[in-house]
């Protein structure tokens, strides 16, 4: 324990720990969009792999809780991070220093922004706070209408447009964040810079097309 309060208290302990954190929680993020995608396939497979997920309550908890504290371990550490960066350099960088891209600029705040939303929408699909009513919801089969249940919550314009706007953030996020992570692994060097910086683009892009595609075809006509 003292090993792993030293590892974390210095620097470098992390932004490793920022950069595994974020890793394992981009690959949840592009698990859960596959899982939402399942929407286009109709209702009976979407409730099938939700009732799947459901039938394992204790690994579908365990996996919440770890999930819970992958983010506060990632949020903790940035904005430790962050803070000690400032303290490190109280003063701006003198006039011709380079100037960082919008997104390493806005990480800690569009991170923060991303958590926001992250608890509404637990609120509004898995905890049946803001819409209680989405739980009863059932098919055919006496499962629980998840199909119905997304399509009924992204028919609201307000809550598509949060969606939205929250999935351009965490795409800048990403698409900074998953360059950085690979530097504070030491994998990104000059050799692989483009690489890098494309594969971070590219996934990011990726992701927001496919959940922003949900809530836009949903409040199109032709749904």
């Not at 891209?101 to 905890?127: E, K, P, Q």
Request: proline share 4%.
């Amino acid at each position: 324990m003292n090993l792993v309060a030293r590892v974390y208290r210095s620097s470098l302990g992390k932004k490793y720990i920022m950069a595994i954190t974020g890793f394992l929680l981009f690959l949840f993020v592009i698990v859960h969009m596959l899982g939402n995608l399942q929407v286009y396939l109709g209702p009976e497979p979407m409730n099938a792999y939700a009732a799947l997920l459901k039938s394992k309550p204790a690994l579908l908890w365990t996996a919440r809780a770890g999930l819970l504290m992958l983010a506060i371990l990632h949020i903790t550490s940035a904005v430790q991070l962050g803070a000690e960066n400032r303290a490190a350099r109280p003063e701006r960088y003198a006039e011709g220093k380079p100037i960082a891209s919008f997104a390493s600029r806005t990480i800690l705040v569009s991170g923060l922004i991303i958590f926001a939303f992250v608890i509404y929408h637990l609120m509004h699909f898995t905890f049946g706070v803001t819409n209680p009513e989405f739980m009863r919801l059932e098919d055919i089969n006496s499962q629980h209408d998840v199909y119905t249940m997304v399509v009924l919550g992204f028919s609201n314009p307000w809550v598509s447009a949060f969606y939205l706007i929250s999935m351009g953030l965490l795409c800048l996020h990403l698409s900074h964040g998953l360059s950085s992570m690979f530097q504070s692994l030491g994998i990104k060097s000059k050799s692989n810079l483009r690489a890098v910086t494309m594969f971070a683009r590219v996934s990011a892009l990726v992701i927001f097309i496919g959940n922003c595609s949900i809530p836009i075809s949903i409040l199109s006509p032709g749904w």
